[in-house]
């Protein structure tokens, strides 16, 4: 069984920063992909970045691209995502996800393993 943790949410002002972590354990944690995806309150789940494993190939929601950064650290098996330039509307809870699958990565249904998610406030 696969495990996913998130960490690194927390209050920021606008324009500033947070680097979101998701530590993965499990026996045979060998994903196709891992991404982000984030709800708001009242709204529904947003896909913000997926990544595939071995390659690195990085996919972006169009509301993040160019501000937020996707990564992963294969030996540790951590995902990253760098957050910049960060907006009131980036606040959400933000959850990781892992499939094995290879599936439309833009969608909820394409992933097997959920984390709890943490929560990231952006006000001043």
């Known amino acids: 069984q696969v495990q996913l943790v998130e960490s690194g949410g927390g209050l920021v002002q606008p324009g500033g920063s947070l680097r979101l972590s998701c530590a993965a354990s499990?026996?045979?944690?060998?994903?196709?992909?891992m991404g982000w995806f984030r709800q708001a309150p009242g709204k529904e789940r947003e896909f913000v970045a997926a990544i595939i494993w071995i390659t690195g190939t990085t996919f972006y929601g169009d509301s993040v691209k160019g501000r937020f950064t996707i990564s992963r650290d294969n030996a540790n098996d951590t995902l990253y995502l760098q957050m910049n330039s960060l907006v009131p509307d980036d606040m959400a809870v933000y959850s990781c996800?892992?499939?094995?699958?290879?599936?439309?990565?833009?969608?909820?249904?394409?992933?097997?393993?959920w984390g709890q998610g943490t929560q990231v406030t952006v006000s001043s």
């Open positions: 996800a892992a499939t094995r699958r290879p599936e439309n990565l833009r969608t909820e249904r394409a992933y097997d393993y």
């Open positions: 499990g026996r045979t944690f060998s994903p196709l992909a």
